[in-house]
């Protein structure tokens, strides 16, 4: 019982799939939807990719609470630094942003983010800050829990140049795979595309995934899994 009060009482976390892709025009910014307290889920379809300012969005992952304060901050100083200069910010104003406050808070913040946008002087830009406040621009960059397992396949699978339909469709096989093998990842796949033209979300709800290796189709009940399956051969002595 006190096992169960304590992950009922724990911190809300987003062990996570979060994932930023540059492609030939832009980028996606694509994560899943599980958000962890303990070993339960608290929410299976929370949005981790947070509006920042009209061209820059802001995956998260981490402390949820943490992050959440993180891209408040910094959407509050952006909305300033718009106003002061009659422009809209660069998606680098951005990322140093969020990369002062997590490094000058490094000692208090559990939060590792990706920073996405488009911007008129430099395009599409993905800028990749994890725990501690470095700040690191990558053609594509992965983080939470769940990229532990996408390494290797982004390694093989991602090339320059890609077409807007090819980086969307290797984020979403990214996800998915990590969802087929962390346990902290889950529920569905929300992407947004950033370019010229503006920003476009897309959502994959969990039974519309793949399914890869060892995974069982999405089921109403238990009943329906006991039900489907055959039933043991009798042991003959």
Known sequence: ?????????????????????????G????????????LYVANRASDKITQLTDNVYLCRSGSAA?????SDY????????TIQLGQPATVKVAANLIRLLSYNNKNMLQAGLI???????EGGKIYGVPLGGTIVEQPF??????????????????????????????????????????????????TVIINSEGV????????????????LPPQNSLLDILSSSSSPEPMVS
């Open 1 to 25: 019982m006190d096992s169960i009060m304590k992950d009922l009482n724990s911190p809300h976390s987003m062990g996570t799939t979060i994932i930023g892709v540059t492609y030939d025009g």
């Open 27 to 38: 980028v996606i910014l694509g994560a899943d939807s599980r958000t962890s307290t303990g």
């Open 66 to 70: 943490d992050s959440q304060l993180v």
């Open 74 to 81: 910094v959407r509050h100083f952006l909305h300033q630094h």
């Open 115 to 121: 920073v996405g946008g488009w911007d008129k002087y």
């Open 141 to 190: 960059a992965i983080g939470g829990s769940g990229s532990t397992y996408l390494y290797g396949f982004f390694d093989q699978e991602w090339k320059d140049g890609m077409t807007k339909d090819e980086a969307e469709k290797l984020v979403v096989k990214a996800v998915s795979l990590a969802i087929a093998r962390d346990g902290a990842s889950g529920g569905v796949v929300r």
């Open 200 to 215: 476009t979300r897309n959502f994959y709800p969990g039974d519309k995934l793949p399914l890869w290796h060892e995974e």
